[in-house]
């Protein structure tokens, strides 16, 4: 019979204890920030399912080279691993590394948009889409009608509607769309993956109509993974292999190495043009650093380098999916209202129909989310109309899955957690928002349970 239990690819050799809290704490820890799992003291969480960036645990590859990190203001050797290593996956001719994803976007949006452009995306992460937008460019989000329908099982909900974006062009025209992109895997719409002929079929209208195409590649390895999966004809080819060939079809990407780097910090822009990459230069070196650091330290650089190779071994990539899998598939199984099939790095729960006594505008991911951690100390994190206001097409929790840092019986308890919220849905209440930022405002809203409102 064939062996099923997911075990770990690895052995631990450093813990860290995780401490547990009765329910009248984390009442009154919830409460005291203002019913915003951001707000919560990360101690005071069993379970941190908040984000699957920087969370990861680094192996002892990555530790001593640490230790072998090069801290030379200009031309250390750690930049040539670094770039070195990206190169070999990513292809690209020029690499800017800088402190973490955003602030590659912020270079890259800064240098190539203007007000009045339009960038169309699968789907923008919120930090792309508030800094498309802060340089007074348009967000458009063109993922094809699946990747819209939570419970609908396809196995490419992240492609973009290639027709839709032939509109956009044919009615926007060429010179108001600086690039294109495609976020791999698509995060805010449930962690789908990208299929290799979406991207050939993205990458042959970008270059009918002589634009760009740059790659939200934060999670290049698990896309890379689901293709070998699922898309025919890859079947034998190495994540690896499969990876270098999506980025032939781009001109350039955006990375956060905080998730496929495996690094606690990083990321990095990568651009074919060079023009543009010495104008990207000069921004950075105004507010990140030297271009052979770029804002992080000599060991970041390599500690990045290690990972991004580390991120596709097959047997960790099998590992990671297939947990992942098994958490969603476990809750589904029992009728919990989940984005299918569930996502590489997250599994994100349906607010919407989980609750659906609470309208949109009461919050009602945000509302699940808070009822996770009373549960058992989840902290989860809401993707919907706190983070995207009216833009949200869904409401959803999203539970993202930490690198190599939880173990298959922490999955488990999380599980049963869920399974008991999902019981005693009925009881959840929805949210008002009292206090809201300018921008990415689900960092720092303070929200409270509207039956307290109701009370008066
Ligand atoms: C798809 C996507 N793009 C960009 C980012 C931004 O990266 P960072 O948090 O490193 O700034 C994230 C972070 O979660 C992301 O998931």
């Known amino acids: 019979m064939p062996v099923t239990t997911i075990i770990e690819p690895f052995r631990i050799k450093s813990v860290e204890p995780i401490r547990w809290t009765t329910r009248q704490e984390r009442e009154e820890l919830l409460k005291a920030a203002f019913y915003n799992l951001f707000l919560l003291p990360a101690d005071d969480v069993l379970i941190d399912l908040l984000t699957d960036s920087g969370t990861g645990a680094m192996s002892t590859h990555q530790w001593a080279g640490i230790m072998e990190g090069d801290e030379s203001y200009a031309g250390g050797r750690s930049f040539d691993h670094f770039r070195d290593s990206i190169q070999d996956i990513f292809g690209f001719k020029y690499v800017i590394p800088t402190h973490q994803g955003r602030a590659a976007e912020r270079i890259l949006f800064g240098v190539a948009c203007k007000k009045g452009d339009v960038v169309p995306n699968n789907t923008h992460f919120d930090t792309t889409r508030a800094n498309v937008e802060f340089v007074g460019a348009e967000a458009l989000d063109l993922v094809i009608p699946e990747g819209r329908q939570p419970s609908l099982k396809h196995p490419f909900k992240g492609n973009m509607d290639v027709a ?24 805010s719409g449930g962690g789908q993956p990208v299929s290799m002929e979406n991207v050939r079929a993205v990458h042959a209208v970008c270059r009918r109509h002589n634009i ?133 790095h997250a599994v994100y729960l349906d607010a919407r129909a989980f609750l659906p006594h609470i309208p949109s505008e009461q919050f009602p ?17 809401e993707i919907g109309t706190l983070m995207f ?30 399974l008991e919220v999902w019981k005693n849905r009925d009881r959840i209440q929805g949210m008002r928002l009292k206090h809201e930022a300018p921008f990415l405002r689900h960092f720092t809203a303070q929200l409270e349970p509207l039956e307290r409102v109701l009370a008066g």
């Open 164 to 187: 839709a974006l032939e509109t956009l062009i044919a009615k926007m025209g060429r010179e108001r769309i600086p690039l294109v992109m495609l976020t791999v895997t698509n995060n």
């Open 212 to 344: 760009p195409l740059y790659f939200d590649a934060c999670r290049f390895a698990e896309n890379a993974y689901f293709i070998k999966l699922r898309e025919k004809g890859y079947e034998s080819t190495t994540p690896k292999q499969i990876a270098q060939e999506m980025f032939r079809y781009g001109d350039g990407c955006t990375m956060s190495a905080k998730k496929d780097g495996m690094a606690n910090i990083g990321g990095f822009l990568c651009t074919n043009d060079e023009a543009l990459a010495q104008r990207e230069k000069d921004l950075l070196i105004l507010t990140e650093g030297y271009p052979t650091y770029g804002g992080l330290a000599g060991r970041d650089l390599e500690a990045v380098a290690i990972g991004l190779q580390e991120a596709l071994h097959e047997d960790y990539l099998r590992y990671r999916i297939t947990s992942t899998a098994y958490l969603g598939n476990h809750i589904a199984s029992q009728g919990v209202p989940i984005v299918q099939p569930p996502g590489g």
């Open 365 to 381: 991911g945000v509302a699940l989310a808070a009822e996770l951690y009373l549960e058992g100390g989840i902290r989860s994190v």
């Open 389 to 418: 206001g009216a833009a949200a097409k869904m409401d959803l929790v999203r539970l993202a899955i930490p690198r190599r840092v939880y173990t298959q019986s922490h999955i488990d308890y999380v599980v049963e957690v869920i």
